[in-house]
C-alpha cells in the first residue's frame, strides 16, 4: 500500500474541476454574447434617437434640408456646424471596426420622417 504525501493534486480531481469550468463557460459565454448583442441595439437605438432629434433641430435652426446627400454627409454637415460632437456616436455599434453602420435619413416628401441604421437596418429599427 502506498502512503500518499498530500502534495497536489489526482488527475480525477483536476478532470473534475476542468469539467466543472467547461460546465459553467457553457452556460455563460452564450448568456455574456446575448447580452452583448442587446446592449448593441439598445445603443444604436438611443444613437437613431439622437440624430434624428438633431436632424430636425438642425432642420429648423438652419432653414435648410439635408435631403440629397448620402449618409455620409449628412452626418458629416451635423458635425460641421456642431450639432453632433464627433463620429465615435454615428456608427452602429455592432458594426465593430468595419467602415460601415451609419445612420441614413429618410425623407418623405421633404419632411423627415425615420432613420435607418445601414448596418441591421432589419434588426435596429426604432420606429
Known amino acids: 500500500m502506498r ?7 489526482s488527475i480525477t480531481e483536476i478532470l473534475i474541476v476542468v469539467a ?14 446575448s447580452a452583448k448583442r442587446d446592449a448593441e441595439c439598445q445603443s444604436c437605438l438611443a444613437n437613431q434617437k439622437t440624430i434624428f432629434t438633431t436632424a430636425k433641430l438642425y432642420m429648423i435652426s438652419e432653414d435648410s434640408s439635408l435631403e440629397g446627400l448620402s449618409a ?10 456642431g450639432y453632433l460632437k464627433s463620429y465615435a456616436k454615428i456608427k452602429c455599434p455592432s458594426s465593430g471596426n468595419e467602415n460601415t453602420g451609419y445612420y441614413e435619413l429618410v425623407f418623405d416628401d421633404g419632411i423627415l420622417t425615420d432613420i435607418d441604421c445601414t448596418y441591421m437596418e432589419d434588426e435596429h429599427q426604432w420606429l
Open 72 to 81: 455620409e454627409e449628412q452626418l458629416g454637415e451635423l458635425i460641421d456646424k
Open 3 to 9: 502512503i500518499r504525501s498530500g502534495k497536489g493534486f
Open 20 to 33: 466543472i469550468i467547461g460546465f459553467i463557460m457553457m452556460i455563460a459565454i452564450p448568456n455574456y454574447l
